[in-house]
């Protein structure tokens, strides 16, 4: 399989790059003054939310994906140990699931589990068994993604406690187990594709309809003007305004800004557009064009602007960058379309962009990193 360098595109030399790329995975590791990985004793380690002080799922995972993507297997099988030392459940209603916070001792501070979370340790999990081999013990990663994906879609069955993180009538994931709406943010079709090749035998054919499926809801769940979606939104891609205890998610915020970003990577490692390929397009000429002088605000999905700066406006414009692998025509072509001289100028913005520093970088910078993989055809199927 071939995976495309949009940098290169724009005329970036490999080594270049590969430069970068480096940097980018220092400071994100190793740099004392902005790193968010913190070995602990000889062998694990964990991801900090350095905005709220806790390990997350979300941080977890995402940091697994990025170790087996960059063949880093002592930084993977760190955090993997302290994942499954801390944060999984072995009894209770969520016996099976990783509780999504715990404190930097590994104390839990919530026993609920974040279905992001789930969905990326299972994938960094399979990619490791193929890229590295099994191990014994947690360390055998394909039994251990098997376990978790079993989990997520039979939980509340044959007398196991708790509830499925998909729903299992419309193959969507949810918020939360039991919630009646889902995070577009959290559909990864790109995943489910994967899953159906590789979760337990019984399985698989639910992982395929769940790939069609979530690519078909973001093409609802993304407004057809300028291509955002809520945080949080019902299963018919309407926003869910309700005012919750920890804020309002009916809005293009900060989960919302990865949408765009999943739907460029889904394609180019599948090439399978159901619709959603241009809300990607359309977010880059909103805010790119649209909201040019001004884009990094909160918004209602149809583009009227909430007086509220972005809390992450690095991860909102890698994200929207990230977008750029929707387009299936290149960047170097003697005429570009429109299309492509938009997502050629968010590319330069982007590889102009350094890390974020203080104390939100964590979430900018996660998503800074993935879309550094994924523009430089390094974020691939293993």
């Not at 995972?61 to 170790?67: A, D, K, L, N, V």
């Not at 990577?265 to 390929?277: P, T, V």
Request: with cysteine; glycine share 8%.
């Amino acid at each position: 399989m071939q995976y495309r360098n949009v940098f290169r595109e724009i005329g970036i030399s490999e080594e270049e790059t590969t430069a970068r790329l480096k940097e980018i995975v220092h400071t994100f590791f190793y740099d004392e003054e902005e790193k968010v990985y913190h070995p602990v004793g000889d062998d694990m380690a964990y991801i900090e939310d350095t905005g709220n002080i806790d390990a997350r799922t979300e941080g977890m995972s995402y940091g697994m994906m990025m170790c087996v993507q960059l063949n880093m297997k002592e930084e993977f099988d760190r955090l993997w140990k302290w994942a499954k030392t801390y944060m999984w459940m072995d009894s209770g209603e969520n016996e099976g699931y990783f509780a999504w916070s715990c404190a930097p001792d590994g104390s839990k501070n919530a026993y609920g589990p974040a279905p992001d979370g789930e969905e990326y340790f299972a994938m960094a999990l399979f990619f490791a068994s193929h890229r590295w081999g099994d191990g014994e013990g947690i360390y055998c990663y394909e039994k251990e993604a098997r376990e978790i994906l079993s989990a997520c879609l039979h939980k509340g069955e044959a007398g196991r406690a708790g509830d499925p993180m998909w729903n299992r009538e419309n193959h969507q994931i949810l918020f939360v187990p039991g919630s009646p709406f889902t995070d577009p943010s959290y559909h990864l079709p790109h995943f489910y594709a994967l899953f159906a090749k590789w979760a337990n035998e019984e399985d698989r054919e639910f992982w395929a309809a769940a790939a069609k499926a979530s690519r078909e809801y973001l093409v609802a769940a993304c407004h057809a003007d300028t291509g955002m979606s809520a945080e949080y939104a019902n299963f018919d891609g309407t926003p869910v305004y309700t005012e919750f205890e920890w804020g309002q998610h009916g809005y293009f915020y900060s989960d919302a800004y990865r949408t765009a970003a999943n739907i460029g990577l889904d394609y180019s490692w599948n090439g399978i557009d159901e619709g959603q390929c241009a809300a990607a397009l359309r977010l880059q000429h909103f805010l790119g064009v649209t909201r040019k002088e001004n884009p990094y605000m909160t918004y209602r999905i149809d583009g009227e602007v909430i007086d509220q700066p972005a809390l992450h406006p690095v991860g909102m414009l890698v994200t929207t960058a990230q977008g750029t692998l929707a387009l299936s025509e290149r960047l170097d072509g003697a005429e570009l379309s429109e299309a492509a001289k938009l997502a050629k100028e968010w590319v330069e913005r982007f590889y102009k962009e350094p890390m974020r520093k203080g104390v939100r970088r964590y979430y900018d910078n996660c998503l800074y990193l993935f879309a550094f993989l994924a523009l430089s055809g390094n974020y691939r199927i293993w």
